[in-house]
């Protein structure tokens, strides 16, 4: 029960996490990037892929690990496998920024001057991305409430 509990809120909290980290990437990556934005571009970047492994780990967790409805109850869920439709073009979407951002962080250690001509193009990226993170959260709150789920037998 407790762990069932405790998988369920970080699970929440890394949406919680992640939404804000992806929008203010997003917001810091529309505005003009200098020496000073850097810094907390790449924290927000980090904190959005660390809400992203957190989130999955607990998702798997919930799914593969029997401690809620079941796999097979899952996957028979059709709003349950949007869901998992959303995550998958959400992560899609992030293979740029991650290569860029990548990128960015090691020409900024050397100190080299930064192209960033697809800052705002990421920027979009972004806020693609939060409103999927939305649309995901619309869909875990109908299958609490069972919507989507098998019908009985």
Do not use: C
């Not at 890394?14 to 907390?40: F, K, M, Q």
């Not at 992560?91 to 705002?120: C, N, Y």
């Not at 999927?132 to 069972?146: C, H, S």
């Amino acid at each position: 029960m407790m762990l069932r509990w405790t998988l369920a809120a970080l699970h929440l909290l890394a949406l919680g996490i992640g939404l804000g980290a992806v929008w203010v990437r997003g917001s810091i990556l529309r505005g003009s990037l200098g020496a000073r934005e850097l810094p907390r571009l790449f924290r927000a970047d980090g904190w959005w892929g660390a809400a992203a492994a957190l989130w999955i780990t607990t998702g798997l967790w919930r799914l593969l690990g029997g401690l809620e409805k079941g796999t097979g109850y899952y996957l028979q869920n059709h709003v349950f496998l949007t869901k998992m439709g959303l995550l998958l073009i959400i992560l899609l979407l992030e293979i740029r920024p991650m290569v860029t951002l990548i990128r960015w962080r090691r020409v900024s250690a050397t100190g080299q001057v930064l192209d960033t001509a697809s800052a705002r193009s990421m920027a979009r990226i972004s806020f693609v991305q939060a409103a999927l993170v939305v649309l995901m959260v619309f869909a875990a709150t109908a299958m609490a409430r069972g919507i989507g789920a098998p019908d009985p037998p």
